[in-house]
């Protein structure tokens, strides 16, 4: 037999051996969240069950007479969180990745892709590879895109020429 059929094969003893008392306790977590204007989360519900981890709670979902009651708290969780989404008076910036971290929603990503003139790919110059005369003209073409005028000198230019 194995963990799943409720015989633990080893390690700490299960905190739970019965359904019906995991849901009271989940249970007792969600009304003493509405009963102190705290929102459940996951974390706060596997404490409140004497996890030392979120983790313990998923595992807890593997045994199928716990599964069902760890679906429907974390359904309703989601629930809260969702509507909180489109709530105008309860969103927080954070819920997309509450959402996308614990109830396996995606968020949009940000891609910026840089590409050059026409979606072409950038141009570069290796300056490594000029030498000191290309340099300069390359250092004078700058500052004339750049909208600035090349000084006299500035480019080891004789003054006085």
Known sequence: MSEKEGINLGGRPRMYEDSETFAADAEAYFDKCEAD?????IAGL??????ASRQSLYDYAEDTRFSDTISRV??????DRSERLVSKDKYTPG??????SNHGWY????ANEHTGKNGRP??????????????????????????QEPDAGQFGDDEGE
């Open 122 to 147: 950038i141009e570069t110059v290796d300056l490594s590879k000029l030498n000191d005369e290309q340099l300069e003209t390359y250092g004078r073409l700058c500052m004339i895109i750049e909208g």
């Open 107 to 110: 968020t949009a990503k940000n």
């Open 37 to 41: 204007d705290r929102i459940p989360t």
């Open 74 to 79: 974390r359904l309703l969780i989601e629930a």
């Open 46 to 51: 596997a404490y409140h069950l004497g996890f």
């Open 95 to 100: 819920l997309p990745m509450d959402l996308a």
